[in-house]
Nanobody, 121 residues
Framework: QVQLVESGGGLVQAGGSLRLSCAAS????????MGWYRQAPGKQRELVAS???????NYADSVKGRFTISRDNAKKTVYLQMNSLKPEDTAVYYC???????????????WGQGTQVTVSS
């Protein structure tokens, strides 16, 4: 049973920082790209940042220069360092990972349960 467990959300004032973590566990043959998405009330889920298994990164325009995604392959963990937070960053943040259970599987995407980030003005 594969699980993605997120941590690090919370309440912070505008201009502050938070660091999210997402650890993958269970029977995993290979971990592919990992990423963070967010969903604000009444809005669609959107990609925040992603990172491939060799470290190539991609960011939404709205977070470039403020957020940094990184990963530790040995720990099967992806991080999102969020600096200069704004009220519009308030959302539930979800971790996503593409992984193979066995060598003959194709990559399948898994989601974490989400962690709330609230930025007060």
């Amino acid at each position: 049973q594969v699980q993605l467990v997120e941590s690090g959300g919370g309440l912070v004032q505008a201009g502050g920082s938070l660091r999210l973590s997402c650890a993958a566990s269970g029977s995993i043959f290979r971990l592919g790209a990992m990423g963070w998405y967010r969903q604000a009330p009444g809005k669609q889920r959107e990609l925040v940042a992603s990172i491939t298994n060799i470290g190539s990164t991609n960011y939404a325009d709205s977070v470039k220069g403020r957020f940094t995604i990184s990963r530790d392959n040995a720990k099967k963990t992806v991080y999102l360092q969020m600096n200069s937070l704004k009220p519009e960053d308030t959302a539930v943040y979800y971790c996503n990972a593409a992984l193979k259970i066995t060598w003959y599987d194709t990559y399948v995407g898994y989601w974490g349960q989400g962690t709330q980030v609230t930025v007060s003005s």
